[in-house]
């Protein structure tokens, strides 16, 4: 059964300090998407990429956020530095080149930053 | 931007009992997924639809793609205490530079049983 693996499943850090998320896409899969899910705002696409380009990236605060793929199989969130208000479950999702298919998303990074 | 308005937030039903849900849209969508979040978990999909007027079940659930291509319903019959979740509607147009996902905010499922 092909997943979408995140880690860490759970993280709680200090404000301001360095935080970084990690996903491995499906096998296969060329397109991988950031969101983020918080009670007032849902889901929330953050960055995609295709092909390990970054496509869009508007829904993410530039000056604190970055998203990157280093090669196919590792996707990237990083936040420097964080902030109480980043606080939120962070999901990875994949897809095939035809995403009328729909994503595969992973279980989620939850974020405390205190 | 687009928006979903999906509805109810939440309900709260006896087991046995059938579930309604919606979703509609200020524009056209070309796709509508049904998606279900239990919790601590991501969201997994439950029904594609990629027609207007198409209408898909799968098992217990059925949804369909409004005539409009502004809505879509998905329905739960004879609900179980595995019902349990928050399902989400989202549209997508694929085509041009774009391919993501546009989410509803979900509507939170309780069932008693």
């Known amino acids: 059964d092909a997943r979408v693996t995140q880690t860490p499943r759970h993280k709680v850090t200090e404000m301001g300090q360095e935080v970084t998320m990690r996903c491995q896409p499906i096998?296969?899969?060329?397109?991988v998407f950031w969101y983020r899910q918080t009670m007032m705002q849902g889901l929330e696409l953050l960055a995609y990429f295709r092909n390990r380009a970054p496509l869009d990236d508007s829904g993410m605060p530039k000056d604190r956020f970055s998203a990157e793929m280093p090669d196919a199989t590792l996707a990237t969130l990083k936040i420097q530095p964080s902030e109480p208000r980043d606080s939120a479950v962070y999901f990875c999702?994949?897809?095939?080149?035809?995403?009328?298919?729909?994503?595969?998303f992973g279980s989620g990074t939850r974020l405390t930053v205190v | 931007g687009q928006q979903l308005n999906q509805s109810p937030q939440s309900m709260f039903i006896q087991e046995g009992e059938d579930v309604s849900m919606n979703c509609t849209s200020s524009s056209i969508f070309n796709t509508w997924l049904w998606y279900k979040q239990d919790p601590g978990e991501g969201p997994v999909l439950l029904i594609a639809?990629?027609?207007?007027?198409e209408l898909t079940s799968n098992g217990r659930l059925t949804a369909q793609f409004g005539i409009t291509r502004k809505d879509s319903f998905l329905n739960i019959s004879a609900s179980i205490p595995s019902d349990v979740g928050i399902y989400f509607c989202?549209?997508?147009?694929?085509?041009?530079?774009?391919?993501?996902?546009?989410f509803g905010k979900g509507t939170k499922l309780s069932v008693k049983p």
């Open positions: 989202a549209g997508m147009n694929y085509g041009g530079s774009q391919g993501n996902l546009i």
């Open positions: 999702a994949s897809a095939t080149r035809d995403p009328n298919y729909g994503y595969t």
């Open positions: 096998l296969g899969h060329n397109t």
């Open positions: 639809l990629y027609k207007a007027g």
